[in-house]
C-alpha cells in the first residue's frame, strides 16, 4: 500500500498575496468554492491522529461555488436526521473557502483554504510521489511549494485541521493525512 502524504502548512499572509505568488510563478486559478463540512461520530477522539480522526467520522460536505446561493441540500439533511437517530454526534461544524491552482502537467493541485477555527492554509499532495518514504515525500512536497514561492522548511510542521478544531488550540504535524 502506498503512503499518501499531504502537507497543510500554516501561512502569514493573505489570500490575495498567494493568489498573486502563485500565478507569478506559472500556476492557475482552477476551481473554487464554499464547502461547509460537518463531522459526526460516535467514538471518543481523544488521542487520534488526524486520519484516525477523520475515519473515525462520517463526514457530510455541502459545497456550493463562491458566487453560489446557498442551497439546502435534502438529501444530506436527511442523512444528518439518520446519523442523529442513530446516536452519532456532531463534532465538527466548520466553513473553509477552497481555491485550487494547477497548471498544465501538473497530477494535483494546490489548495489554498480559508478554514474557519483553524486559519489560512496550504494544502498539498502529489500522486507522483506516493512510492517515497514519508520524510523523502515530505521534502519533494515543500521543496514543489517553495518552487511556486513558498519559502518552507523542512523542519516546519504542518496544521492538522480536525485536531486544532477538537483540542480548541493549533495542532500540528508532519503528515495532515496521517
Known amino acids: 500500500m502506498k503512503l499518501v502524504l499531504e502537507v497543510g502548512m500554516p501561512l502569514d499572509k493573505n489570500l490575495i498575496y498567494y493568489h498573486e505568488m502563485l500565478t507569478k510563478n506559472g500556476l492557475s486559478l482552477v476551481f473554487s468554492c464554499i464547502t461547509h463540512d460537518i463531522y459526526y461520530t460516535k467514538e471518543n477522539l481523544d488521542g487520534l491522529t488526524e486520519n484516525q480522526m477523520k475515519n473515525a467520522c462520517e463526514r457530510l460536505r455541502f459545497c456550493r461555488g463562491i458566487n453560489s446561493p446557498e442551497k439546502v441540500d435534502k438529501k444530506l439533511l436527511k442523512r444528518e436526521e439518520e446519523l442523529i437517530s442513530k446516536g452519532y454526534k456532531k463534532v465538527f461544524d466548520t466553513i473553509k473557502f477552497d481555491f485550487q491552482y494547477s497548471k498544465k502537467g501538473m497530477h494535483s493541485a494546490v489548495q489554498l483554504q480559508d478554514i474557519q477555527g483553524v486559519g489560512l492554509l496550504v494544502y ?55
Open 124 to 178: 498539498y499532495d502529489n500522486k507522483d510521489y506516493y512510492g517515497f518514504a514519508e520524510d523523502e515525500q515530505r521534502k519533494m512536497l515543500l521543496d514543489e511549494l517553495n518552487s511556486y514561492g513558498f519559502e518552507f522548511k523542512e523542519t516546519d510542521l504542518g496544521v492538522d485541521k480536525l485536531r486544532t478544531l477538537y483540542y480548541g488550540k493549533i495542532m500540528y504535524s508532519k503528515n495532515q493525512n496521517g
